[in-house]
């Protein structure tokens, strides 16, 4: 959905590097959303957020931070990358809660070596 | 948690055949969506569906909350309908807890 922009949409970098994945969005939503996924399962949540001031954890935070600049923008940060955190990253918006409608970005595979 | 199994991993059809994909849970759910993911990796939500059944053109889902289950019906399928079909479930948080999925591989 080109209203959901991630950047950068492939991404290889070594362990320990600090690495930012950055989504934009269009739709004029409230709520975005970044998940995890890795081969052969489905999408695990690590952070959510309702608006620019409320920044939720959700079921694998650990390793990885946000940053809600702006209701169009939420980015994740992994600030000492490791190789298990190799994985297929999406991000999501929503005008009402996780439980409804979800538009997904295009991901962006990160690989750390 | 809530444990979620979907089942059968992997299914093969001829177009225009009939399906029935199936998600079983481990405790009461007051959440369920049903998602596909194409060949290319875009994700889409089909249903949100946590009791009840919908229907959405060649797609239906019907979701028995009290024996634990939700079904995914896709009729006549077609080529585009190939791919990776997701259930996720929460017992009311608004964190979703992910089957593993279903990959669907419809031959013309």
């Known amino acids: 959905d080109a209203d959901v922009t991630q950047t950068p949409r492939n991404r290889i970098t070594k362990t320990g590097k600090r690495i930012m994945l950055e989504c934009s969005q269009t739709?004029?939503?409230?709520?975005m959303y970044w998940y995890r996924q890795d081969p052969g399962l489905g999408l695990r949540l690590i952070y959510y957020s309702f608006d620019v001031k409320d920044i939720n954890k959700g079921e694998i935070s650990d390793g990885y931070s946000v940053s809600r600049q702006a209701q169009a923008k939420f980015s994740l940060s992994l600030e000492s990358a490791i190789p298990n955190q190799t994985a297929l990253y999406f991000c999501a918006t929503s005008d009402r809660g996780v439980w409804h409608t979800q538009y997904f970005g295009p991901g962006t595979r990160l690989t750390v070596l | 948690g809530i444990q979620v199994e979907q089942s059968p991993p992997d299914l093969i059809l001829q177009e225009g055949a009939n399906s029935t994909l199936r998600c079983n849970f481990s405790d009461s759910v007051n959440n369920l969506q049903w998602f596909h993911q194409n060949p290319w990796g875009q994700l889409i939500n089909l249903f949100y569906i946590p009791s009840g059944t919908k229907q959405n053109g060649r797609l239906s889902a019907t979701t028995v909350a009290t024996e634990r289950y939700s079904l995914l019906y896709i009729s006549s399928s077609q080529t585009t309908d190939s791919g990776v079909y997701f259930c996720a479930v929460s017992g009311g948080s608004y964190i979703p807890t992910f089957g593993r999925g279903t990959s669907l591989i419809v031959h013309p």
């Open positions: 739709k004029g939503h409230d709520r």
